[in-house]
């Protein structure tokens, strides 16, 4: 039987996310990994000229792949007003949302994995045999978008008849009032909490810990951790226990050994993933995968960091092993443990180092230093 030639929707985007892109191709070329490629436009550029930073052609596009390679995105917080300052969108009323947030909500990207793994010999680790595993919920939380600036009248209104704390706020003119509504939803919470625990059972991880602020953010965060308790019966093999997102802070970093996997709402987990990717090496190691039922699309977890954009100078590991996930995804274990294995040898022994780590090299060298090992 002819093997799979799987379709990749390469998506630069902006920034350094052409630079680690550009690094990644080297090394999924020397896998041979059979795949067509095929690049979508996405990025502050689309926003600027067409007025959407995530056109219409790429989201066809997405439709029809296996799985997808970003790089990164200028994500500006952009108010109505300041719109108005870009000539061609003057009067379109439109409102700029992140394209990779509406990408995960629109494909139903209801997993972000943030797998944070400290390889021995990276001169970054803040302690050695760090392992642990992020799951953050990917489409709902503080990402709804759900979101008032000034807060409609009908809106203040419905809120002093349905919620006493809101007193508080009824001399609030409604132009100095914001809302961002937290949605999380059962379904949304039992599909995360249960592939945190079906992970750990496929790959022996011992304990789950559900992050949460349940204690003051009761309806979203107590049920999220209500229905952890309940999935938890499912799994009597591993051991749950769980946290409040400021306490685990603080003892992530005292004691990184007493985590394995992890689950949060999209919000902290955005922020624990950030912090747990430091832990081992910085932004520079934190992959990332955003699934679905349908489709994966894989991505360094840092940003666009523009001003080094285009210099060749960032380290690409995060956006190699967010390849090395899409192996995985895809069914390629053999190729992405070659690649890990590759990227390891290359962090242990050292030459080979861009300017965050330590080095000189450039991106691309990483990226032939680490298909030289394939
Ligand atoms: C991430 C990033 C994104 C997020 C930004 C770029 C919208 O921080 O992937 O963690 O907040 O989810
Ligand atoms: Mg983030």
New binding site residues.
């Given amino acids: 039987m002819a093997e799979k030639t799987y379709k990749i929707a390469w998506l630069p985007g902006d920034g350094i996310g052409v630079d680690v892109l550009d690094a990644t191709k080297i090394v999924l070329d020397k896998l041979q990994l059979n795949a067509e490629y095929l690049h979508g436009d996405i990025g502050w550029e689309f926003w600027q000229k067409e007025g959407d930073a995530f056109p219409a052609r790429t989201i066809e596009l997405l439709k029809n792949v296996d799985a997808a390679m970003f790089g990164a995105i200028t994500?500006k917080p952009v108010k109505a007003a300041e719109q108005e300052l870009v000539p061609e969108l003057q009067g379109k009323g439109l409102i700029y949302r992140?394209p990779?947030?509406r990408m995960r909500q629109m494909f139903d990207l209801y997993i972000c994995l943030r797998p944070c793994k400290a390889y021995a010999g990276n001169l970054l680790n803040y302690k050695d045999d760090v392992d642990i595993v992020v799951f953050r919920e990917n489409t709902e939380d503080l990402y709804s978008g759900v979101e008032f600036n000034p807060v409609p009248q009908e809106l203040a209104e419905m809120l002093t008849r349905l919620s006493k704390p809101f007193a508080a706020f009824k001399d609030v003119p409604l132009n100095e009032l914001a809302i961002s509504s937290k949605i999380v939803t059962r379904q949304g919470s039992e599909r995360i909490i249960r592939a945190a625990f079906e992970f750990a059972r496929k790959n022996n991880r011992k304990k789950v810990t559900v992050v949460h602020k349940a204690n003051v953010v009761r309806a979203t965060e107590g049920m999220f951790l209500d229905i952890a308790k309940e999935i938890h019966q499912e799994y009597p093999e591993i051991e749950m226990d769980d946290a409040n997102v400021d306490a685990i802070c603080m003892w992530l970093l005292k004691n990184p050994k007493n985590y394995d996997v992890i689950v949060a709402t999209n919000m902290f987990g955005?922020i624990i993933?950030d912090l747990v990717a430091q832990m081992v090496g910085g932004l520079g190691f934190g992959c990332?995968g955003n699934i679905g039922l349908k489709l994966g699309v894989f991505e360094p977890?840092h940003?666009s960091a523009p001003k080094y954009a285009g210099q060749y100078k960032v380290n690409p590991i995060a956006t190699v092993l967010s390849a090395k996930m899409m192996l995985d995804w895809l069914g390629e274990t053999e190729k992405g443990a070659r690649l890990e294995k590759a990227v390891a040898e290359v962090i242990k022994e050292g030459k080979i180092r861009t300017y965050d780590m330590g080095g000189s090299n450039t991106t691309l060298e990483l990226g032939e230093a680490i298909a030289a090992k394939l």
């Fill in positions: 994500s992140s990779i947030v955005d993933s990332s977890s940003g």
